[in-house]
């Protein structure tokens, strides 16, 4: 018998399922209420002969030997792990140069929909400081200009994006973010920044967006 249970381990090993272990087990756990229960509440003298303790023992070897070993076997099978599938958007084509429109954008709060500001009606405001900016509504990684210019002071930049993929527009002074609007789809969003005379970048901080086009120059005198 205790040449079948070891016969037995490569298969147990082999599954990757506890369901060996737990047969094993409810046989040792059976075993032992039969013992106690069955026969030795009916039979006080049980076992009387040797050749009656024998048979006990073997049986109870075997079964404590199988339950290790379907314990060994299925104890370092590791859990299948689900896999979670996430959407973060609508799919969209790969532009020309393999970048993907979607790929690699963060996530970020869902943007209000609303009216945006058309491209060649600057926002109201005084002094020339409120400016109007809008992403390409076809899709791809473009502003409508790559020039914007202001007074020194207080600028707000209203920028429109029309298209199903997410924009944001970012001001930075040399490698400084001075300040940046929520990455969104489907309508507009307004940042202002408070700058001194000299030359920044507006760029679209997504990435991939802004090494395929998506900057621009904003002059301030």
Request: charged fraction near 10%.
């Amino acid at each position: 018998m205790h040449t079948v249970a070891l016969q037995l381990a490569p298969v147990l090993a082999a599954e990757k399922s506890k369901v060996p272990f737990y047969i094993a087990g409810g046989l040792l756990v059976a075993w032992a209420l039969l013992l106690s229960l069955g026969i030795g509440m009916r039979r006080p003298d049980f076992p009387r002969t040797l050749q009656e303790q024998r048979g006990v023992m073997a049986i109870t070897a075997v079964l404590v030997l199988a339950a290790l070993v379907t314990a060994v076997a299925t104890s370092g099978s590791p859990a299948k792990s689900a896999v979670v599938q996430t959407t973060t958007g609508p799919e969209i084509a790969p532009l020309p140069g393999g970048v993907s429109a979607s790929a690699s954008a963060p996530s970020t709060p869902t943007a209000t929909t609303g009216t945006p500001t058309p491209p060649s009606s600057p926002a109201s405001g005084a002094g020339g400081n409120a400016l109007s900016l809008a992403a390409d509504p076809a899709g791809g990684l473009s502003y409508n200009t790559k020039q914007l210019s202001a007074k020194a002071g207080t600028v707000t930049i209203t920028m429109a994006n029309m298209s199903p993929v997410e924009h944001n527009v970012t001001i930075a002074e040399g490698t400084k973010v001075l300040r940046a609007t929520p990455t969104f789809a489907g309508g507009s969003k307004t940042l202002t920044v408070k700058l001194k005379p000299g030359k920044y970048t507006f760029y679209c901080s997504v990435p991939g967006h802004r090494p395929a086009g998506m900057e621009g120059t904003l002059t301030v005198s």
